[in-house]
């Protein structure tokens, strides 16, 4: 066959009929739905926690402009993760009415979107904050679309394990950006929310456990089953409870934080001991729930206390490490 | 052979309905907000960080 032959051929169906591609049905909920609102004002909301609690303060419009940055990192993140797993969200009845597996966005245009969202939000961090704080922002949006999304939610049901640590940056985001440097309050910061990820989206998954198998994901109770599960859950709660009161041991927080500390850790091993004990989807339900506040309260409590100065009735020995 | 000014295309191309219309103005208005708002933030931050605004240390 010629070339001019060849040509001819691939050229014929454009000579026949114009073919238009499909107008867009997007609406501006849909590309809000992209950005993950709820996971990106739990991002938002330990960043300025992070950012408060630092020694250091920013002038409020930087302080409001970073934070703003770090949102828009999160929330591309989000638009990536719903880029890569449209084929996952669509078998799944929490996630099949999500702008790209609904066809509402073109997966091409969610991708687009992401990518160019997370350029702008890293290069304005870094132009008008810090690299530090950039170079963060950028790791973790890496982190949780690549190393997450892409690599361990298919691989392994450890995924939202080392995954967790993607939901763990932004308070060190928020400090970094205050401050231009990484401080052991805010690795302490860190560390809650490492902790906090496995008992919270395992709670979760042990009554989507239907879900993930069909979809294909291997989340800890469709690889171990649902008594491992629970038995993890209750070993991570363990773990976190003391990891959630160490700013108040180490001197970075005051009794009031302590005190809500040792409450909430004794609340969330409480609850994995009566899952562990008896498998209920209702059990597991109060948990996520509940695991949600835990969270928040204690975040909320180092801001009051920082806004209010009491973090100034800490232990004492902790304060050899500032 | 070349089209004469006055013949009308016979393929009138994408013609959006009143749903897509809607849909697309809003998409555009959103997208003039978000340009706005962004302009704002940078003039904001400009103000405050004086004229060295992108002088930072690394």
């Known amino acids: 066959m010629s070339l001019a032959s060849e040509s001819a051929e691939l050229a014929s169906p454009l000579r026949g009929e114009i073919v238009h591609a499909e107008p867009s049905m997007a609406g501006v909920d849909d590309y809000l739905a992209l950005l993950k609102p709820r996971v990106m004002s739990l991002v938002v909301f330990t960043a300025l926690v992070g950012m408060v609690v630092a020694p250091r303060h920013l002038h409020p419009v930087l302080a409001f402009f970073a934070l703003v940055c770090i949102a828009v990192g999160a929330g591309a993140a989000g638009a990536l993760n719903m880029w890569y797993d449209a084929d996952i969200d669509a078998v799944m009845t929490r996630t099949a009415a999500r702008p790209v597996p609904a066809g509402r966005i073109q997966p091409g245009e969610a991708l687009a979107f992401g990518l160019v969202l997370a350029g702008f939000a890293v290069t304005f961090l870094g132009l008008m904050i810090n690299w530090l704080a950039a170079g963060l922002l950028a790791f973790t949006i890496f982190f949780y679309a690549v190393i997450y999304t892409m690599w361990l939610k298919r691989s392994t049901p450890q995924n939202i394990v080392i995954g967790g640590a993607a939901g763990a940056f932004p308070p060190m985001i928020g400090w970094a950006a205050a401050t231009g440097g990484i401080g052991l309050e805010s690795i302490l910061l860190f560390l809650i929310v490492f902790f906090w990820t496995p008992p919270h989206f395992w709670a979760l998954s042990l009554y989507s456990v239907e879900e993930y198998r069909r979809a294909g994901v291997p989340m800890l109770p469709v690889v171990a089953g649902v008594d491992e599960t629970r038995r993890q859950i209750l070993i991570y709660s363990i773990l976190l409870a003391p990891v959630g009161a160490l700013p108040w041991l180490l001197g970075y927080a005051g009794l009031a934080f302590g005190l809500i500390a040792i409450a909430g850790g004794l609340l969330m091993i409480g609850l994995s001991g009566q899952l562990y004990r008896r498998p209920e989807k209702r059990t597991a339900k109060k948990l996520f729930g509940i695991s949600i506040l835990y969270l928040f309260v204690l975040f909320a409590a180092l801001l009051v206390e920082h806004w209010l100065n009491l973090h100034q009735f800490g232990l004492p020995f902790g304060r050899v490490f500032s | ?58």
Request: proline share 5%; glycine share 6%.
């Open chain 2, 1 to 58: 052979m070349s089209m004469t000014m006055d013949e009308q295309p016979t393929d009138r191309g994408i013609v959006l309905t009143e749903e897509q219309k809607r849909r697309r103005r809003a998409r555009s208005i959103a997208i003039a907000l978000a340009l706005g708002v962004f302009v704002a933030l940078v003039y904001a931050v400009t103000l405050v960080k004086g004229p060295g605004v992108l002088v930072r240390p690394l």
